[in-house]
C-alpha cells in the first residue's frame, strides 16, 4: 500500500511560480512511476506530467511543456511539480499518482494510488 500527500498548492497571479510536492509512504517508491494530473471544475481528471521509476524520462502535457518541471527524489520518497509562468487556465486540483510499474501512462485508470488534492487557483 502506497500513501500520497500533496502539498504546495495556493493563490498565484498569472506569471507567478509554484512548487507542488508529493511525499509518499512505503519502501517500494523507487521502483514506481508517478505523476501529476489536475482536474478544473466540470472538466475531467488530466494528465499533467510524469516521471519513470528512475527520473531519467519525464513526458508532459502539451500546454504545461516549457513551463512545468517533474522531479523526483527518491531518497526522500518525494516528487515535486514545480509550475512557471502559470496561467488562469491552470487552475484545478492537482493530484500526485503512483504506479507500480516502471513507466509512465497518460490513463487515469492506470494508476494504482491517489493523492487527496492540493488546490491550485491562478488569478488573471
Known amino acids: 500500500q502506497v500513501q500520497l500527500v500533496e502539498s504546495g498548492g495556493g493563490l498565484v497571479q498569472a506569471g507567478g511560480s509554484l512548487r507542488l510536492s508529493c511525499a509518499a509512504s512505503?519502501?517500494?517508491?523507487?521502483?514506481?512511476?508517478m505523476a501529476w494530473f489536475r482536474q478544473a471544475p466540470g472538466k475531467e481528471r488530466e494528465f499533467v506530467g510524469g516521471?519513470?521509476?528512475?527520473?531519467?524520462?519525464?513526458i508532459y502535457k502539451d500546454s504545461v511543456k516549457g513551463r512545468f518541471t517533474i522531479s523526483r527524489d527518491n531518497a526522500k520518497n518525494t516528487i515535486y511539480l514545480q509550475m512557471n509562468s502559470l496561467k488562469p487556465e491552470d487552475t484545478a486540483v492537482y493530484y500526485c499518482?503512483?504506479?507500480?510499474?516502471?513507466?509512465?501512462?497518460?490513463?487515469?485508470?492506470?494508476?494504482?494510488?491517489w493523492g487527496q488534492g492540493t488546490q491550485v487557483t491562478v488569478s488573471s
Open positions: 499518482a503512483a504506479r507500480n510499474q516502471q513507466l509512465v501512462t497518460t490513463v487515469p485508470g492506470r494508476w494504482d494510488y
Open positions: 516521471i519513470n521509476w528512475s527520473g531519467s524520462s519525464t
Open positions: 512505503g519502501r517500494t517508491f523507487s521502483t514506481y512511476a
